[in-house]
């Protein structure tokens, strides 16, 4: 098992420096052999290299790194953002490239309360929140096309292309079929998205869901809208199994999503290439002012090394990896509810600690 570690920028390195922790107990314990190889790819390294802060100069990952990229199992992602780098040139030039480029289609969203872990929504626990929300990451508004016309005048025009095709809906769809049927919880998918009002864009997603679900006659076909979707978020999280959405929708209600599982402390993400190179991340930013002090929360970066670990032998049919995932994620469900809270610095544990306490309760696990 090769994997690429980008520490990226700010906390980002503190975090994946635990989760490497981890791996390597749980390594151990189930007879892996892995090696892991540093990548220097941040806002730090763009600006020292004298890239413009104010739009895209230079290259943040150059086209050698994402060929040599290519030849990992998977890519281990601390966070790439620096407050002194205009929005979106980091964005667009690591993040969403990686997804086109090594096509990782699938973001895959765990929605899943740990035990001990607060959330904002009232009288809901861990039994309440564990859906899994798959969004597509290749497609809708993502892709850049549209323009402007008459660009500075009052007339001016502006687009921007939902581009859907029926190959990237359906690889999809496909996808979150296969993982609700493995998941085996409620068997259910939930299709979100607005048929109402995107009649073209979102017939071809109602059409291609309902011929493709004809091949899963053991999971029960649904759908919300995805403002109904928001609502039922917060009143009923129960009810969700596996969610499919497009990329835009996607990363809206993902983030809502992150909150009612305890926010950025805890929640994890997965680019997702099913016969490609992957790469995970914990959700959270490079959080500057957290930088250095040994205070940052790093559940969510283990987390993303348990989905890494996890899915990875999923894609291969690999058991050792699923099991090393899962020994992974046990051991954070024996941490967190040691944990005073998820927030940076109000952990009553430091950064360290907590790696520590979670690569001890794999070493102790049965
Ligand atoms: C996410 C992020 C990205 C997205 C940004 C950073 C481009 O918000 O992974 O959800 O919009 O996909
Ligand atoms: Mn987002």
């Known amino acids: 098992m090769r994997i690429a570690v980008i520490g990226g920028d700010g906390t980002g390195p503190e975090v994946v420096a635990e989760g490497l922790k981890v791996l390597q107990v749980v390594a151990e314990r189930v007879g892996l052999e892995y090696q892991t190889k540093h990548f220097d790819v941040s806002g730090d390294r763009y600006l020292s290299a004298g890239g413009d802060p104010e739009r895209p100069s230079i290259p943040v990952i150059r086209d050698e790194e994402i060929a040599e990229l290519r030849s990992f199992d998977a890519i281990y992602l601390g966070a790439v953002g620096h407050p002194k780098v205009a929005p ?77 095709t029926r190959h990237g809906v359906e690889r999809v769809i496909r996808y979150a079929f296969e993982l609700c049927r493995r998941r085996g919880a409620k068997k259910r998918l939930t299709l979100v998205a607005k048929t109402n009002v995107l009649t073209y864009a979102h017939d071809l997603w109602w059409r291609t869901f309902n011929e493709v679900g004809e091949e899963y006659g053991d999971i029960e076909r649904d759908y919300n809208h995805v403002d109904a979707c928001c609502m039922w978020f917060v009143k009923n999280p129960e009810y969700y199994d596996t969610i499919v959405v497009c990329n835009m929708f996607g990363d809206i209600i993902t983030d809502l999503g992150a909150m009612i599982q305890g926010g950025m402390g805890v929640a994890a993400g997965g680019n997702i290439n ?3 190179v992957s790469m995970f991340e914990p959700i959270g930013g490079s959080a500057p002012k957290y930088t250095g002090q040994n205070v940052i929360n790093p559940i969510a970066a283990i987390a993303a090394l348990a989905m890494l670990l996890r899915e990875t032998g999923n894609n291969r049919g690999d058991a050792k990896l699923i099991e090393a995932g899962q020994r992974v994620e046990q051991a954070i469900m024996a941490v967190t509810p040691k944990m005073k809270s998820m927030a940076a610095g109000k952990m009553g544990y430091s950064t360290t600690e907590v790696g520590d306490l979670v690569a001890q309760a794999v070493a102790e696990a049965d």
Not at 104 to 126: F, S
Not at 135 to 161: C, D, H, N, S, W
């Open 274 to 276: 099913p016969a490609g």
């Open 88 to 164: 979106g040139i980091l964005e667009k030039g690591l993040l969403l490239r990686l997804r086109f480029e090594l096509d990782q289609y699938v973001n895959l969203r765990p929605v899943k309360l740990y035990p001990g872990v607060w959330t904002p929504l009232r009288d809901k626990g861990p039994e309440d929140i564990d859906f899994v929300v798959v969004r597509e990451t290749t497609e809708g508004l993502y892709t850049g096309m549209g323009g402007f016309q008459y660009k500075g005048t009052p007339q001016e025009v502006a687009t921007q292309i939902m581009c859907n």
